[in-house]
């Protein structure tokens, strides 16, 4: 068998006195979407940021298509394909959505830009129409919507995205969910999903992990953990 895309071994993390990471072990294969749930404060945001280098991993390794990666800058690891969409839909508050949408095209220097963004407003038809307006004028949702496009515009092999359904309504979630499983299949794009809504995660995802106070205690295929009883009962429970 190839090895994982990403693959992640007896990683921790700290800020300050606190580990919030305490030995991870999580693969991610090229072409995989997988999932990772998690009780709030289990540390999942900070796995997402401690792949791109912020915070470093203490100690354990990070290897990304074949080389350890455990260690670099954060704008080393975002040249090598690796965009994250990160908690709280961070876009450009002042810049129009065209502007945030060249921002996530910069690390690539601007190649293949135009075909790009027809490929992101095809996804997202709400992020054209609103092209000339400012970021931080946008609903939450137009909001998710333009920083997973932001993030598409670096073309990225491996697509980190954290709760890209917080706080919104069940048609725009569908969307965007819809809109992930389209890339991964038709473009073969490598995702990893934090969520809380567990649900749906799962049901989209090939794999899932649950993370549970800074360290992995279940993983399998999607269907399988869905199945689970002990996660029905801690994360699935009046989610549907
Ligand atoms: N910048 C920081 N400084 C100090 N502690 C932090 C910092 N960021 C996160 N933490 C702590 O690290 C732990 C893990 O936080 P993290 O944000 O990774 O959790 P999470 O699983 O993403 O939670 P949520 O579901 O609420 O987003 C928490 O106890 C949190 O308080
Ligand atoms: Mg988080």
């Keep these: ?6 693959s992640l071994s007896g990683v921790t993390a700290f800020y300050g006195a ?8 999580l ?3 090229e072409g995989e979407i997988v999932t990772l749930i998690g009780a709030n ?13 912020n915070p470093r991993a203490r100690n354990g390794c990070i290897q ?5 990666i455990t260690g670099l800058p954060t704008h080393d690891i975002m040249r090598m394909r690796i965009a994250q969409s990160p908690e709280g839909r961070r876009v450009f508050p002042r810049m129009s959505v065209y502007e945030n949408l060249q921002m996530g095209a910069q690390v690539t220097g601007g190649r293949d830009f135009a075909e790009l963004l027809a490929q992101v407003y095809a996804l997202f038809p709400r992020l054209q129409e609103r092209a000339g307006q400012r970021g931080g004028t946008l609903s939450g949702g137009e909001q998710q919507m333009l920083a997973i496009g932001r993030a598409l515009m670096s073309r ?20 965007i969910f819809g809109a992930i499983r389209a890339l991964n299949r038709e473009t073969g794009l490598t995702v990893l999903l934090v969520e809380q809504n567990a649900f749906q995660a799962l049901r989209l ?3 899932g992990y649950v993370l549970v106070n800074g360290a992995i205690t ?11 009883p002990e996660i029905r009962a801690a994360y699935l429970e009046g989610s549907h």
């Design 64 to 68: 990304y298509d074949g080389a350890e």
């Design 156 to 175: 990225p092999r491996l697509l980190l995205l954290d709760e890209p359904s917080l706080g919104l309504a069940p048609l725009v979630v569908r969307h």
């Design 27 to 29: 693969d991610v294969r």
């Design 1 to 6: 068998m190839t090895a994982p895309l990403l």
């Design 218 to 228: 279940m993983a399998g295929s999607g269907a399988e953990l869905l199945g689970r």
């Design 41 to 53: 404060g289990a540390g999942k945001s900070t796995l997402m940021m401690t792949i791109c280098g």
């Design 205 to 207: 995802a090939h794999r």
């Design 18 to 25: 606190i580990q919030a990471l305490k030995g991870v072990d």
